[in-house]
């Protein structure tokens, strides 16, 4: 099915260590967001990749990277973890205008 | 700060009901607002959207509510159904400057069969 594919769908971390969450879309969107989900906080909005070639902070951006290393992939890096950064992560993307993002199902980060 | 403010954070309808989510925003430059529904363990899927020179929007149950002076706007479910149960979140998208899109912080909705 056409879509946004993340993964892996559930990772635990250790404090300091690194990982990089993967995100790849089919649908030959021109944009692509990283978001995290915290409980009564809604999705907020870490990295995001208007076009290919670049990449933009959002409200969140602090202990991430990310790479939008073709149209299709955007992948968002945890260079030293840490329990705050303990969130589902969701990527997203969408042709610029009024049509919405599709959402893929999402990343379980636990970091203890 | 929260761009977009949502309410109520939970809402419980009886089936058969109207559930309605309310919202607010203050910035100017957002010029597109779409409402996302979320089932527990998939990611948020596009419901309805509508832009601010439309006052009422409807796709079926669903309909939005929109008022550009008072910078609100609310989507209703009419008769709210046990499959509706789901997390709904408000938005709010820049169409310059990436195309950012604020979310609200989500209403969590359960209609009693």
């Known amino acids: 099915n056409a879509g946004v594919t993340q993964t892996p769908k559930f990772q635990v971390l250790k404090t300091g260590q690194s990982m990089t969450l993967q995100c790849a879309q089919d649908?030959?969107?021109?944009?692509m967001y990283w978001y995290r989900q915290d409980p009564g906080m809604g999705l907020r909005l870490i990295y995001y990749?208007?076009?290919?070639?670049?990449?933009d902070k959002g409200e969140v951006p602090n202990g991430y990277n990310v790479s939008r290393l073709n149209k299709r992939e955007f992948s968002l890096r945890l260079e030293s973890a840490a329990p705050s950064q303990t969130s589902v992560y969701f990527c997203?993307?969408?042709?610029?205008?009024?049509?919405?993002?599709?959402f893929g199902s999402g990343t379980r980060l636990t970091v203890v | 700060q929260q761009q977009v403010k949502q309410s109520p954070q939970s809402l419980i309808v009886q089936k058969g009901g109207i559930s309605i989510i309310n919202c607010a925003y203050e910035?100017?430059?957002?010029?597109?607002f779409p409402w996302y529904q979320q089932f527990p363990g998939k990611g948020p899927a596009l419901l309805i959207a509508?832009?601010?020179?439309?006052s009422e929007k409807k796709e079926g149950r669903f309909t939005i509510s929109f008022n550009k002076s008072a910078k609100q706007f609310s989507l209703h479910i009419m008769d709210s159904q046990p499959g509706d149960s789901a997390t709904y979140f408000c938005a709010a998208r820049e169409l310059t400057g990436g195309f950012k899109t604020i979310f609200g912080a989500g209403t969590r909705l359960f209609v009693k069969a």
């Open positions: 910035n100017t430059a957002f010029d597109y």
């Open positions: 997203a993307s969408d042709h610029r205008g009024f049509h919405g993002y599709t």
């Open positions: 649908m030959n969107h021109n944009s």
């Open positions: 990749s208007a076009s290919e070639g670049t990449t």
């Open positions: 509508i832009r601010p020179d439309v």
